[in-house]
Nanobody, 122 residues
Framework: VQLVESGGGLVQAGESLRLSCAASGLNFSRYAMGWFRQAPGKEREFVGV????????YYGDSVKGRFTISRDNAKNTVALQMNSLKPEDTAVYYC????????????????WGQGTQVTVSS
């Protein structure tokens, strides 16, 4: 199983960025897909999750209303659209796959990507 994130970079506060995660080696349409982030010296933080069909999703309080998760099961990809970025959004962003149910707990995910760096300057 391989999850590969892309789309990270350096942006200014208020700008947008779109992350993508490409999955291979798993039956993608049967997995819930989550996004997490981790800033230096901090624990991994839940960003959002979307269910296998894309009809259910929820977000962490710190990103609610600014970030949107979507998925394309035909292409085995999940995306994270990030708008109105803030310096506190700076972190390494990870996608993760879980074979059953939606959860905000990192340890309950089965597979992880290597992460992509997002840096938001003020």
């Amino acid at each position: 199983v391989q999850l590969v994130e892309s789309g990270g970079g350096l942006v200014q506060a208020g700008e947008s960025l779109r992350l993508s995660c490409a999955a291979s080696g798993l039956n993608f349409s049967r997995y819930a897909m989550g996004w997490f982030r981790q800033a230096p010296g901090k624990e991994r933080e839940f960003v959002g999750v979307i269910n296998w069909g894309g009809g259910s999703y929820y977000y962490g309080d710190s990103v609610k209303g600014r970030f949107t998760i979507s998925r394309d099961n035909a292409k085995n990809t999940v995306a994270l659209q990030m708008n109105s970025l803030k310096p506190e959004d700076t972190a390494v962003y990870y996608c993760a796959a879980r074979s059953w149910g939606l959860t905000t707990t990192p340890s309950e995910y089965d597979y992880w990507g290597q992460g992509t760096q997002v840096t938001v300057s003020s």
